[in-house]
T-cell receptor, first 117, second 112 residues
Framework: GAVVSQHPSRVICKSGTSVKIECRSL??????MFWYRQFPKQSLMLMAT?????????EQGVEKDKFLINHASLTLSTLTVTSAHPEDSSFYIC?????????????FGPGTRLLVL | AQSVTQLDSQVPVFEEAPVELRCNYS??????LFWYVQYPNQGLQLLLK??????LVKGINGFEAEFNKSQTSFHLRKPSVHISDTAEYFC??????????FGAGTRLFVKA
């Protein structure tokens, strides 16, 4: 099956620093990638949708200047949390899909645990 | 707007017993339906999906779900659970184009 990786799996940073999270599709071309945020014991909240080669579409309430998304190739999307603060601590999950394959299936990465001190 | 309601936040069950995790959705148009499983500190794994056709969908790990359009439900079932099935289960809907709305999740806890 399709595999999606995320790096790093866990990151601890100081308040005010920026953190970059990578999402890679390992064996297929991801025309679309999604970034989700999950708080403890809660569901996934979609943050943004990114299509290769174009600007990401952010959900209402998500600060695009705070959460920078780049989808420069068909196998890589990055999420950069700029000037991170403790309230940004969360579990971030990406998913990838090939919109040219009409199966409506997203393949999820293993997630990145961010802790901002 | 679409919404997904998972009626039980937690479901405790003994090993080898059957289980049903309930999911209801709301939508004015046709949707695609999914069940995902999440183990601690991991991403989501697709259990099964309903796109069209037969309303009874079989998935991995012995799970199945039935799409009931009149009741707008997509309940997940397994006839005999194992300890290893302990996890968080998410029901989700999509209108197509992959944008997906997730339910709040149901914690399945299998006891020995």
């Amino acid at each position: 099956g399709a595999v999606v990786s995320q790096h790093p799996s866990r990151v601890i940073c100081k308040s005010g620093t920026s953190v970059k999270i990578e999402c890679r599709s390992l064996d297929f071309q991801a025309t679309t990638m999604f970034w989700y945020r999950q708080f403890p014991k809660q569901s996934l909240m979609l943050m943004a949708t990114s299509n290769e080669g174009s600007k990401a579409t952010y959900e209402q309430g998500v600060e695009k200047d705070k959460f920078l998304i780049n989808h420069a190739s068909l196998t890589l999307s990055t999420l950069t949390v700029t000037s991170a603060h403790p309230e940004d601590s969360s579990f971030y999950i990406c998913s990838a899909t090939d919109s040219r394959v009409p199966e409506e299936t997203q393949y999820f990465g293993p997630g990145t645990r961010l802790l901002v001190l | 707007a679409q919404s997904v309601t998972q009626l039980d936040s937690q479901v405790p069950v003994f090993e080898e017993a059957p289980v049903e995790l309930r999911c209801n959705y709301s939508s004015s148009v046709s949707v695609y339906l999914f069940w995902y499983v999440q183990y601690p500190n991991q991403g989501l794994q697709l259990l099964l999906k309903y796109l069209s056709g037969s309303t009874l969908v079989k998935g991995i790990n012995g799970f199945e779900a039935e799409f009931n359009k009149s009741q707008t439900s997509f309940h997940l079932r397994k006839p005999s659970v194992h300890i290893s099935d302990t996890a968080e289960y998410f029901c989700a809907v999509s209108l197509g184009g992959f944008k997906t709305i997730f339910g709040a999740g149901t914690r399945l806890f299998v006891k020995a």
